[in-house]
């Protein structure tokens, strides 16, 4: 059974640092991976979606990296600002062979503080 | 583009009492889901659909329900509500591609459920 985790749970870093948030999965039977940002009492918004076929997806100071055969996904952020601050939740999706057929299987997420 | 929208976003119920979140998406997406987040507990799926007519469920279904009419509409319905249902409910959509949710997955603001 698939099972996803985040670590560290919690990290606080001054404004500018450059920064990596990691994922880990248990099984690599995966379709994708995505990492989503939620801010307090907010929704979650998508930030990188990686199908199993591709190595990193990059979006302006972000970029995500997936590696099936470790079990590791890691979210590097550039030059951090206190506006990054938030919960960074990883997410994946398994094949059907794991036994998590058409579910999203969740981290607890990585809560972001960025001290100006 | 509305993109994925819930009602209500507030709601305080009384033990016992029943009612339907609502959500709705207007991209067409084939996959809709529903999840809770809880403190500590992370997101946990209650019920999910991959087509109009078609739902499962989830890692946490009892004492809800759903029903997909159309492509756009995936309700929720608590039953007969409990404190232990007090928690904050997403829904969230992609598209399909062969029988699995390959693209982003999109997210509504969310409901914030009290039950008394």
């Known amino acids: 059974k698939q099972e996803v985790t985040q670590i560290p749970a919690a990290l606080s870093v001054p404004e500018g640092e450059n920064l990596v948030l990691n994922c880990s999965f248990t099984?690599?039977?995966?379709?994708?991976l995505q990492w989503f940002r939620q801010d307090p009492g907010k929704g979650l918004t998508s930030l990188l979606l990686?199908?199993?076929s591709q190595r990193e997806q990059t979006s302006g100071r972000l970029n995500a990296s997936l590696d099936k055969s470790s079990g590791r996904s890691t979210l590097y952020i550039a030059a951090s600002q206190p506006g990054d601050s938030a919960t960074y939740l990883c997410?994946?999706?398994?094949?059907?062979?794991?036994?998590?057929?058409?579910?999203?299987?969740w981290g607890l997420g990585t809560s972001l503080a960025v001290n100006p | 583009n509305a993109g994925v929208t819930q009602t209500p976003k507030f709601q305080v119920l009384k033990t016992g009492q029943s009612m339907t979140l609502q959500c709705a998406q207007d991209?067409?997406?084939?996959?809709m889901s529903w999840y809770r987040q809880d403190p500590g507990m992370g997101l946990r799926l209650i019920h999910y659909?991959?087509?109009?007519?078609?739902?499962d469920q989830g890692e946490v279904p009892n004492g809800y329900n759903v029903s997909r009419s159309t492509t756009e509409d995936f309700p929720l319905r608590l039953l007969s509500a409990a404190p232990s249902q007090t928690s904050v409910y997403f829904c969230?959509?992609?598209?399909?591609?062969?029988?699995?949710?390959?693209?982003?997955?999109?997210f509504g603001p969310g409901t914030r459920l009290t039950v008394t």
């Open positions: 659909s991959v087509g109009a007519g078609i739902t």
């Open positions: 969230a959509s992609s598209y399909l591609w062969t029988g699995v949710p390959s693209g982003e997955q999109y």
């Open positions: 997410a994946a999706f398994s094949r059907p062979n794991a036994g998590n057929n058409r579910k999203l299987i």
């Open positions: 099984d690599s039977a995966i379709y994708n």
């Open positions: 990686i199908q199993s």
């Open positions: 991209m067409n997406h084939e996959y």
